[in-house]
DNA sequence: ATTAATACATAGAATTATGATGTATAGAAT
DNA sequence: ATTCTATACATCATAATTCTATGTATTAAT
């Protein structure tokens, strides 16, 4: 795993994209999602996923449907309008964010780029 | 400027790195390099960047000799020898979880790459 | 019957960047 | 001359975020 720093302002980030990309999804499901795509590289801790879902529904930027399977409930959740927002300024910053550095790490290379 | 959140774990490298391309550099002049090469989408603030610097100062990743220069005094930080291999690891690391992060952000693009 | 996986949550600890503030020198502008 | 800006360092309280540890409970697998 990665210094916990680095992922310091990328989860709140991750979670949105997802939720844009999916539609919809509970906790434990994007758990799984990001521990797939990151080849077990990126294990989210559950004291940091669910905090983080329970900010961004305190921001107005997800809202959940409570299903229950079984006797067990998920908690599905979906981007808010506002949350849709934020979700495309927030990949916009990271985008930038990661070309900056880029620049400022490797000014010699041809640099971070993603269209 | 970016969310402070994302600057989290890359301070360190960043200073790191540059001491490893300059050989030796100054507080004043990182925060000057930074600057430039960011296109000024990076400004250090300098309550993060000496406490940052007395850090690595006192973890033996860098040490410095202080200079004159008319009456202000100049402290040139260069890499100790276990900040040469700090500062390796720490590269390594901020690639290998920028392209981490890319795959689980953008897992239908040709994905961040560097050499 | 026990373990691992699923599914949520909270509270205290740790880390790190920021803002505010402080000291002081030097050059530029008015 | 004076004022403003840049240079050059530093500390401290605050804010923000993730982690560890802990807790509850259901379900599937061995």
């Not at 000014?107 to 041809?110: H, S």
């Given at each position: 795993m990665y210094s916990k720093e680095l992922l310091k302002g990328t989860l709140q980030v991750m979670i949105l994209q997802l939720l844009a990309e999916q539609g919809s999804m509970y906790g434990y499901e994007i758990y799984q999602k990001v521990k797939e795509l990151s080849d077990e590289k990126i294990i989210l801790k559950d004291g940091s996923l669910y905090p983080a879902l329970a900010k961004l529904h305190k921001d107005k930027l997800v809202q959940f449907k409570e299903v229950a399977v079984g006797k067990r409930k998920r908690k599905y959740y979906e981007l808010t309008k506002q949350g849709q927002e934020q979700q495309v300024l927030g990949i916009e910053e990271l985008k930038e964010f990661m070309a900056t550095l880029s620049k400022v790490l490797f000014?010699?290379?041809?640099n971070y780029a993603l269209n």
């Open positions: 000014p010699n290379q041809n």
